[in-house]
Nanobody, 123 residues
Framework: VQLQASGGGLVQAGGSLRLSCAASGRAFSSYVMGWFRQPPGKEREFVAAISWSGGRTYYADSVKGRFTISRDNGKNTEYLQMYSLKPEDTAVYYC?????????????????WGQGTQVTVSS
């Protein structure tokens, strides 16, 4: 599986962005998909995950209520809609895939990774 993330950019605090992650391969619908981010000088951290069917979603406390993860299995694409962005949301955002029915918050339990897209939120 190859993942291609896009949609990052520069936005003012309070603004919104939508990230996309396009996946190659026919097994997309069987993977748990996730979004992680790596702020400058910090470790990569969990943001959100979505079950293979899209019926269950999971969020880090820091983004709950502001971010929405979704997927379109027909288009082999997952999304991260981000609202009410804050300067502390500034990071490189990565999409990831986990060939398992169970979601995980752990970086090393995701097998496939996109190249990352930069999100910068100015104050």
């Amino acid at each position: 599986v190859q993942l291609q993330a896009s949609g990052g950019g520069l936005v003012q605090a309070g603004g919104s962005l939508r990230l996309s992650c396009a996946a190659s391969g026919r097994a997309f619908s069987s993977y748990v998909m996730g979004w992680f981010r790596q702020p400058p000088g910090k470790e990569r951290e969990f943001v959100a995950a979505i079950s293979w069917s899209g019926g269950r979603t999971y969020y880090a406390d820091s983004v709950k209520g502001r971010f929405t993860i979704s997927r379109d299995n027909g288009k082999n694409t997952e999304y991260l809609q981000m609202y009410s962005l804050k300067p502390e949301d500034t990071a490189v955002y990565y999409c990831a895939a986990r060939p398992s029915p169970w979601y995980s918050l752990k970086v090393d339990e995701y097998i496939y990774w996109g190249q990352g897209t930069q999100v910068t939120v100015s104050s």
